[in-house]
């Protein structure tokens, strides 16, 4: 966890923050190519099957352009960091894993895995969060109330307060297709230390993920569309 340049809960979770409004803008999501066309024929999983739907850590050094990383924690239940954001509406967007965020979904299992280099001063943060329901219908609902929650937090900064300190993170503006979306937030005055979320969805499994480091593109985005290729195996 380190230093003003980010904020990394231990045990899974992504700590943001910041000093001004929270999560009002509302903006249109735009399309984005590439990454995880969800499949309509796979049957749905079962709660045994869920820690193989996570990439291995060398799946996970490979998109992230590391050799070092290391699984650093590893949760079989959710998280509740709402007292820490500025805008509890924005917790979904902010942070992986969050009970208050799934409470209603109907989940009934999940896997949370976070990885990084052993050095403090990591240059890579990722989180894999699978997470189980009891059909399709139920996993697709989640999907789509997340992604009006995440456009509703786009186009804003957001205060996270972590041992007594506020952290500025801005959000960018959704981008969404059927079944992928994604974001990315970048902390100020951090040296461009930034993180893409990202979150599919296939059968009645969600597959939610974050890639955090100083440059930055599509690997959450990778991340979450290998979770769902093991999910449709």
């Not at 959000?171 to 930034?194: H, N, P, S, Y």
Request: charge should be negative.
């Amino acid at each position: 966890m380190g230093t003003v340049r980010r904020v990394l809960a231990a045990g899974a979770v992504l700590a943001v923050s910041a000093l001004l409004s929270g999560c009002v803008s509302t903006v249109s999501g735009t399309a984005v190519r590439g990454h995880g066309a969800g499949r309509l024929d796979v049957p749905p999983l079962e709660a045994s099957q869920l820690d193989d739907v996570l990439l291995s850590i060398g799946e996970v050094n490979g998109i992230m352009g590391s050799t070092t990383m290391q699984v650093t924690a590893e949760l079989e239940e959710m998280t509740d960091h709402s007292d820490l954001v500025s805008d509890p509406a924005c917790l979904g967007a902010i942070y992986g894993a969050e009970e208050p965020v799934y409470a209603g979904s109907g989940w009934t299992d999940m896997r949370d895995q976070v990885a990084r280099e052993p050095d403090e001063d990591n240059a890579h943060w990722v989180e894999q969060t699978a997470v189980l329901y009891p059909s399709a219908d139920e996993a697709q609902q989640f999907f789509e109330e997340s992604k009006v929650a995440w456009e509703d937090c786009g186009d804003s900064t957001v205060v996270v307060t972590s041992s007594g300190d506020d952290y500025l993170w801005s959000l960018d503006a959704l981008r969404a297709e059927d079944t992928l979306i994604t974001q990315v937030t970048t902390q100020e005055d951090a040296e461009g230390w930034a993180c893409q979320h990202a979150l599919s969805v296939v059968s009645n499994l969600t597959a939610e993920a974050w890639a955090c480091g100083y440059t930055i593109g599509e690997e959450a985005a990778e991340i979450a569309a290998g979770m769902v290729d093991n999910a449709s195996r």
